[in-house]
């Protein structure tokens, strides 16, 4: 039995404004009945962050952006800051995704600069790290992860009482309904677990996330080192999210 259960939606590019909206309603009726151990942080996009924010006030679900900027303020048209994303009432911001890496080519280094960045303005970065399909064929998963953590981690001093969290995301598993086998999440999380010790002195919170429903998210959660997943194309829509929610209590 685990003291703390985390469930994390990103709900990346699927709901717009007024839909949005309208699911982070539902979700206030939804966490009335959530129990208490159940840590529950949606993801919406940039435009809807502040609305959904302060529909989830009165609720015990919390804000994520999906992504940040470092700098604070400047010419950086399109991008939106973490300073930003925190005043608007964001707990918390991915970095990292694989749709940012593999879409958009961001790099580990500019991860690196995104974790800073979500730190220096006192949010929680959720740091996500997976391999390709190729890297899995070629045996790299282990170097692919390691070189990306330690990344992240490059000259970081991770602040005190900060929650470290780590979603663990096989490229291969997110949106493609190829869920990975729940006992190698399993020991790719304890490979994780072991390196981010090492390198901060801080046990990790780690997440499983890659095709996660709720006809399979109990076989995860019943690993000692997944701590909760991170949940995208279910946690977009009320129906499967709620069922995700109830098969977790
Ligand atoms: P998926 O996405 O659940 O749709 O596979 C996971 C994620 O992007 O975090």
């Known amino acids: 039995m685990k003291d703390k259960k985390y469930l994390f939606g990103n709900w990346k590019m699927y709901l717009d404004f007024d839909k949005s909206l309208a699911l982070a309603n539902s979700l206030v009726d939804i966490s009335k009945n959530l129990s ?3 840590n529950m942080v949606v993801f919406p996009s940039a435009l809807a962050l502040r609305a959904v924010a302060q529909t989830l006030q009165s ?3 919390s804000v994520g952006s999906q992504n940040a900027h470092w700098i604070e ?7 939106v800051s973490a300073a930003m994303c925190k ?3 964001a707990e918390y911001v991915l970095a990292g995704h694989s749709e940012r890496r593999h879409l958009f080519h961001e790099t580990n280094h500019e ?8 730190l220096s303005v006192g949010l929680t970065p959720v740091i996500c790290v997976g391999e390709t399909e190729h890297e899995k064929q070629e045996n790299k998963t ?3 992860i390691e070189t990306q953590i330690r990344s992240a981690f490059h000259n970081i001093v991770w602040p005190e009482g900060k929650e470290l969290i780590i979603a663990y995301e096989p490229v291969w598993a997110v949106g493609t309904g190829l869920a990975c086998d729940p006992l190698e999440a399993e020991r790719v999380h304890e490979i994780i677990k072991k390196q981010v ?3 901060t002195n801080v046990t990790p919170v780690i997440l499983y996330g890659g095709s996660v429903k709720a006809e399979n998210i109990l076989g995860y959660m019943n690993n000692p080192s997944i701590d909760g997943v991170l949940v995208g194309g279910a946690s977009a829509n009320l129906e499967s999210w709620s069922a995700i929610a109830k098969a977790l209590e």
């Not at 303020?73 to 991008?79: K, N, R």
């Not at 991860?111 to 979500?118: A, E, H, L």
């Open 36 to 38: 208490q151990n159940i």
């Open 59 to 61: 609720s015990s679900i």
């Open 73 to 79: 303020e400047g010419g950086y048209t399109g991008e």
């Open 87 to 89: 005043a608007v009432g």
């Open 111 to 118: 991860v690196r600069q995104r974790v800073d960045g979500i």
């Open 142 to 144: 282990e170097e692919v």
């Open 197 to 199: 010790v090492s390198l």
